[in-house]
């Protein structure tokens, strides 16, 4: 289901994006899929490098981290996947992420303060959802999203100053539908792009989760893991940049409120860990 919603939410990112092209005829559909080509070029061979050298991550040895290559082995074993790199990111918040464009050339971060928090079983499952986005080739399938919303965006700002002066081919104000189909294209297609975006990114969160289960059999690790993650990082959240934050297991400087949860690349993590073991806390009272 997870899949199909995906595939459904990238088609009508495509079609938003064709739909502002086409808006300034056909130059103006060739230059956003030409936009989109390099964008998408460009977040594929390139995004892990980017988003591990952003967070100053290191490569680490067996002999450096024995506890985490042993689980991470034990993982790809099960799932039938080669041996990611393993980083290590300088930071006592606690969080991890997995990137690469795909199994032949993925790796795994985990920051200093994961590795102090969790337990051996906590942990595993945590290297178990990251490898589930690895397995799903869910990297790849977030770096199209935000490269198809990143150009939508780009487009409509191009939109914008192309109304102001007359357009990509000319043809006056009343075929593009004047000053409402220009703050269309400057408001609310870049918003709707952002919302698909993060439709997937969530959508992608929960498969991740359910993967790492099924790989360690013991969801209630999982879910464990999530509530420290979450409490801990609200103490001493991660500084991260809204073009990864959909990387990281828990979101990096997660903010409180309906609203802020509306623009939020994961799932509410009481939400997540319901699916995962059937109430909203492993703890307590259930989590708001």
Known sequence: MNALKTTFLLTVLTLLLVLIGSHWGEGGAILAFVIAAGMNFFSYFYSDKLALRMYNAQPVTREQLPRA??????????????????????????NAFATGRNPQHASVAVTHGILQLLNDDELAGVLAH????????????????????????LLARMGWWAEMFGGFGGG????????????????????????????????????????????????????????????????LPMPGSPTTAHLFIVQPLLSRGDFANLFSTHPPIAKRIERLIGRSSVYGAPQR
Do not use: C
């Open 69 to 94: 290559y042993e689980v991470v082995e034990r993982m790809t074993g099960r799932l039938g996947l080669p041996m990611p790199k393993i980083y290590v990111i300088p930071t006592d918040s606690p």
């Open 172 to 235: 006056g104000r009343d075929r593009r539908g004047g000053g409402i189909s220009a703050l269309f294209m400057i408001i609310l297609a870049p918003i709707a792009a952002m919302l698909i975006q993060l439709a997937v990114s969530r959508s992608r969160e929960y498969e991740a989760d359910a993967t790492g289960a099924h790989i360690t059999g013991n969801p209630y690790a999982l879910a464990s893991a999530l509530e420290k993650l979450d409490a801990y990082s609200k103490r």
């Open 130 to 153: 990251e490898l589930g986005h690895v397995k799903n080739r869910d990297i790849l399938t977030s770096s199209i999203a935000a490269t198809l919303a990143g150009a939508i965006t």
